[in-house]
């Protein structure tokens, strides 16, 4: 089976993430065995902070890699929104641990500066180590960083800030030494409290970003934008709620949007499916959910709001005359029917869409409903206009002598069980207004229908020449 390029973008997403998280867990592997075991060797506390820095950043690692494995996974029975806060999650445990090292890093550095400790022995592998130590940092924390903004992975960036970190932290470790080599061994502990404190800021970042996103605060701005996003729609006319949460990389936005209540269900459906487009535009990984409630629209009509109302009855009208007053309106309409539906059942109806309008359009008096049953059903019926070639001929002399008319394109005539039903096509000067034209129709209408008896119908399709 062909691969779509959505789920080729998404496999090379997943092999990208995987790759950058593995690599790290070697990265921090031989880091942590490095300085671990030059910090033994020297006995410098400031190594050893690194060593231990390090290894949480082995554990770190492989949790980010074991996260972004399962982040990935699609929704489920018991997961309808996915495993994206498993990174979330991940990166909250990282963070913890991170507090922890901390802590023990500055107990220890406050037993040497003040109840004595261990000499330090410095030597050329300390420096070595450190500075092997800042360019592989500096190498995972450029990579996993790059990842982690293309795809918006968390736990990726947690990664990054780790390494990140250790870049800074090793520079005060070689500070330190260079204090213990110059006779100031006081310096080494005061290096690993420095180091303490820059992760421990470093930690509370990423611990206050991880805890937001785990109990769902929208980030700064964003709501701002998601709505901006929304009312550059046309046809939108109000939002009435945007809700968004995010897991990983995913995020997920509920929004309850107004469309004009005259707004047919395609045309309702068209503007959503333009608000859920533009939200992907802006948020390439977002899960949106649109909601459309219909509302009064500015200026609307009282044609428009009588509309409206039989609609909702599930009613369909035409002929809707509204006859202004002084200061009210009389509305008279054509409401129809299913075919079979009893007269009193179809008076009820329009009794109580009549109620409705007056209650809901305050400025109408009074409504008059004529009843008609709707003619859905299919007519037989068979074309004779060969057969009634004269007949065709008169009204083709109908049409040609209409003023307004340029051509008279067709002329069929049908039998039906009721008569014969006349459909013409024709050129009509095309620089008539709507109610010109129609009034020429109605005339050739008319007269067409007065040439034979057995005509009961008359349709004309006029088009302009």
């Not at 997943?14 to 300085?35: D, H, Q, W």
């Not at 030494?177 to 509370?204: H, R, T």
């Not at 004009?260 to 533009?278: G, K, P």
């Not at 369909?316 to 129809?336: C, F, G, K, M, W």
């Amino acid at each position: 089976m062909t691969e779509t390029p959505a789920q080729a973008a998404h496999a090379r997403m997943l092999f990208e993430k995987n790759r950058v998280a593995l690599t790290s867990v070697f990265a921090a592997i031989v880091l942590t065995s490095m300085k671990l075991g030059i910090g033994l060797w020297t006995g410098s506390l400031g190594i050893l902070s690194e060593a231990a820095h390090s290894g949480l950043d082995f554990i770190a690692a492989a949790i980010t890699y074991l996260a972004v494995r399962l982040a990935d996974r699609p929704p489920d029975k018991e997961h309808h929104f996915g495993h994206g806060k498993i990174e979330n999650f991940s990166a909250l445990i990282e963070t913890l641990l991170l507090f922890i090292t901390c802590g023990w890093i500055l107990y220890e550095a406050y037993h040497r500066l003040f109840i004595g400790g261990e000499k330090v022995d410095v030597n050329v592998w300390s420096f070595i180590i450190m500075a092997i130590s800042i360019v592989i940092d500096f190498t995972r924390s450029r990579a996993l960083l790059r990842v982690a903004k293309k795809y918006d992975s968390q736990a990726l960036e947690a990664d990054a800030i780790h390494f990140s970190s250790d870049i800074y932290s090793s520079a005060v470790v070689i500070v330190g030494l260079f204090c213990v080599m110059a006779g100031f061994p006081e310096g080494d502990a005061i290096a690993a409290s420095i180091v303490a404190m820059i992760v421990i800021w470093i930690s509370y970042r990423l611990g206050k970003r991880t805890v937001d996103m785990l109990l769902d605060r929208v980030p700064d701005g964003l709501q701002e934008k998601v709505e901006a996003g929304i009312a550059s729609v046309d046809g939108v006319r109000e939002i009435r709620s945007v809700r968004i949460r995010q897991a990983g990389a995913r995020m997920f936005i509920d929004t309850s949007i107004g469309i004009h209540r005259l707004a047919t269900f395609d045309q309702s459906h068209s503007i959503m499916d333009a608000v859920e487009n533009r939200l992907a535009e802006l948020f390439p990984r977002a899960d949106v959910v649109v909601h459309a409630e219909p509302v009064i629209g500015e200026n609307e009509e009282v044609r428009e709001a009588v509309m409206w109302l039989v609609q909702q009855a599930g009613l369909s009208a035409h002929n809707i005359l509204v006859l202004s007053t002084s200061d009210t309106y009389h509305v008279e309409l054509d409401i129809e029917y299913p075919a079979g539906t009893g007269f009193g059942r179809a008076h009820e109806l329009a009794s109580e869409v009549e109620a409705s309008i007056l209650a809901q359009v305050p400025q109408v008096r009074d409504v008059a409903v004529h009843l008609e049953e709707e003619a859905t059903h299919a007519v037989n019926g068979e074309d004779v206009s060969e057969r009634e070639a004269t007949l065709v001929t008169c009204i083709r002399d109908v049409v040609a002598k209409t003023p307004e008319v340029r051509a008279c394109v067709r002329v069929r005539c049908f039998r039906t069980s009721k008569g014969i039903k006349v459909a013409v096509g024709c050129a009509v000067n095309p620089e008539l207004t709507l109610k010109e034209a129609h009034d020429v129709v109605n005339a050739m209408e008319a007269a067409i229908s007065r040439i034979d008896p057995r005509i009961v119908k008359v349709f004309i399709h006029a088009e302009p020449d």
